[in-house]
């Protein structure tokens, strides 16, 4: 088994994340996304898509989306658990999850690829396949980034330590990668958003967050 991986970009550090709290040690083979690796042929050979993370088996089978990764791994490795341990925790964590990825992780992607003075990503408005800039994208992806931040700072009232109450789950590993994602567009966690900044400072501190 060996994780395709990227070490700066958002999506592979979730599952790199992901492994850590597990307690895993799984082999990673580094793809440099910024320097265009991901489409050129050798790649495309494992992920046509050319995105990334992708997690290749012994006997060749590939995954190449974080959430089926980390419900490939939660399978084989039950604890801790964090897709939750029964019908509606799990229901519960998935819906969750659904919207730190639309309101943090894709929000955030839309400004970052669409803004016009970001050389690195020209011709890369969508993931994985050359196209032009779509500016009206960026408003976009502002605008639901800031829904995510009011929407997160009311999921963790009530003396909620975790997004999802006391304990951690793939949710707050989603929101975290999100949060540090949009730093990269120079959008943070307002302010006078204290319950947000608790939760980031306690998240971003766990040996995982280093992953």
Known sequence: MKLYDCAVAPNPRRARMFIA???????KVEIDILGGENLKDSFL??????????LELDDGTRFDEAMAICRYLEELHPDPPLLGTTPVERAQIACMQRKMEFEG???TSEVFRNKLENDSFAYRSLPGVPSPAIPGLVER?????KRFFISL?????GGNKF????RFTMVDITAVCAVDFAK?????IPDGNRNSLRWYDEVSARPSASA
């Not at 700072?153 to 009232?157: D, G, V």
């Not at 997004?163 to 006391?166: E, H, S």
């Not at 990269?184 to 943070?188: G, L, N, R, Y």
């Open 153 to 157: 700072e009311k999921y963790l009232e």
């Open 163 to 166: 997004i999802m109450g006391d």
């Open 45 to 54: 050979a494992i992920n046509p898509r050319g995105l990334l993370p992708v």
């Open 141 to 145: 992806g502002t605008q639901t980034l």
């Open 184 to 188: 990269w567009v120079d959008i943070t």
């Open 105 to 107: 992780m894709i929000a």
């Open 21 to 27: 709290e597990k307690g895993l040690d799984i082999p």
